[in-house]
């Protein structure tokens, strides 16, 4: 059901920033060491979904016995989406109630796909759903949404003394700074970047404003929160 309504959100005074790192053993990890599991729903009900297509492949076409296999599949998919939609919704709206500036990655999610090891686990976690929600989510309550650019290497800095790596390879998940010596789960570095990066990209958007300069990437209206977008 569908209603108009002049009902707004109530803005929290709130102005936190969080960074926030997409991935696929934890859907999200802030910027403050939390890590979000997601449900997984497909991984989970998998065996089922095989278990009744097999069952559907080896009834007759057009019997009653098919059309009721065909429809056991579709429950079993519309919940897979259902579980689905349902975390990736708590989820967002947790974030943009509670915090004021959300920083996060823009993902190339369709090249991402292209590695058939991943791609099921990817698809699963619905990278894009996500960004769509927060997106909308923050103009509703808001917020400012700053996406960091495509190659900005959020894993690979050190979050203590901004030493880059050259080489880290996506199956190593805990590194050591060769200068400072610190000891980073990749999630969370990455995180702790990217609410970096959302620091000096607001600082800066100020200091064009003050001088009397539109700001360079952001996008819509700052009272009903703005969509911050680099190198676009």
């Known amino acids: 059901i ?33 890590k979000i599991a997601g449900t997984k729903p497909h991984k989970h009900l998998l065996p089922r979904l095989r278990r009744q297509s ?13 059309h009721k296999a065909a429809r056991r599949l579709a429950r079993t998919h519309y919940r897979i989406s259902c579980l689905r939609e349902d975390c990736l919704h708590k989820l967002t709206t947790h974030l943009v109630q509670n915090y004021g500036v959300i920083a996060i990655e823009d993902l190339n999610v369709a090249g991402m796909v292209k590695n058939r090891r991943l791609a099921r686990s990817l698809m699963d976690s619905s990278f894009g759903e996500f960004r769509r929600q927060v997106e909308y989510k923050a103009q509703m309550y808001g917020r400012t949404v700053v996406v960091a650019p495509q190659f900005f290497a959020s894993s690979k800095i050190c979050s203590c003394c901004g030493t880059k790596q050259e080489v880290l390879l996506l199956s190593v998940r805990s590194w050591q700074c060769e200068i400072c010596q610190t000891d980073h789960d990749r999630d969370i570095n990455a995180a702790r970047n990217l609410e970096a990066y959302a620091i000096q990209y607001l600082k800066e958007r100020d200091i064009n404003s003050n001088a009397g300069s539109s700001p360079v990437y952001a996008c819509g209206e700052p009272s009903d929160g703005a969509l911050c977008e680099a190198g676009r």
């Open 2 to 34: 569908t209603v108009e309504t002049d009902d707004i959100p109530k803005t929290s005074k709130n102005q936190a920033v969080v960074g926030i790192d997409v991935g696929i053993t934890a859907l999200a990890t802030l910027s403050d060491g939390t």
């Open 54 to 66: 097999r069952a559907l492949s080896r009834k007759t076409v057009r019997s009653n016995n098919h």
